[in-house]
């Protein structure tokens, strides 16, 4: 078939045809939310799904366990970062299944999840990193039934500062109920101011781009301007009403608004 050897021109394959891909080049393929981080929890890589879900570009190096801003149970309870599923993955060195959550974004909405740690390993067994993948959760309801509540319109995945109690639109309230209710209303407000103090502090020491800072600091400002809103409108609600329990005229908006402000009480 080849008379003369010599003049058989080998061609090789393409170059580039045994190219492995980065894992960071794959992971941007993919379309689900997933980071990966060291042994000892700080995020070392995210692809942009994470980023979406998450609504911002954490730090790497800088961020530990998760790269979301708060994390809640199911109940609404904030989880402490180290107690979150990747923290305990790397505590107790196995995959961690069937965890679900609620995440908080930087503008304070809130989005159910399902997070899938797994603790990587290198030839000797010894964990070296942990990869996560987020499935974000349509319906809340769909894997923790609740029992059907007064109000069924309230998103369980709601901020409870920013749904109006529907008790503060009842009527026949005594005066001690709707004291009692301004006083929560105005702690709730002061609870908006430290935690909007506390989340612009975790930023203060922020190395990454200019842009993403502004952007996260306009996000948590917007959440707050949207909580107080709320907040300042059931306080004037409850004063309204109580001011006609006592048989006294409506307060003036101004001073009304001033009072509420300032954290002042029905007299």
Known sequence: ???????????????????????????????SPVYTTDAEGWLTYYNEAAA???????????????GCWRIFTLEGVVLPFDQSPIALTLKE??????????????DGTRIPFMPYPTPLRDASGTIVAVSNVLVRVS???????????????????????????????RTGLELDDLTGLLQVTLAALADVEFEYLSDCERIDGWSGPMAERDRILAQLEQKRRRQ?????????????????LMGLPPAEPERQAVRVALGGTVH
């Open 1 to 31: 078939m080849f008379p003369d050897d010599d003049d058989f021109d080998w061609v090789g394959p393409d170059r580039g045809w045994n190219y492995e891909p980065p894992p960071a080049d794959v992971f941007q393929t993919f379309r």
């Open 228 to 244: 107080r809103d709320v907040l300042d409108k059931r306080a004037a609600l409850l004063e309204r009403q109580a001011r006609r």
């Open 93 to 106: 060195g196995r995959p961690l299944r069937g965890a679900q959550a609620i995440l908080e974004r930087p």
């Open 52 to 66: 979406d879900l998450w609504g911002y570009h954490p730090e790497l190096g800088k961020t530990r366990w998760c």
């Open 139 to 169: 319906r809340l309801n769909w894997y923790h039934p609740v029992e059907p509540s007064a109000d069924a319109s309230i998103d369980p995945c709601a901020d409870p500062r920013t749904v109006v109690a529907p008790i503060a639109r």
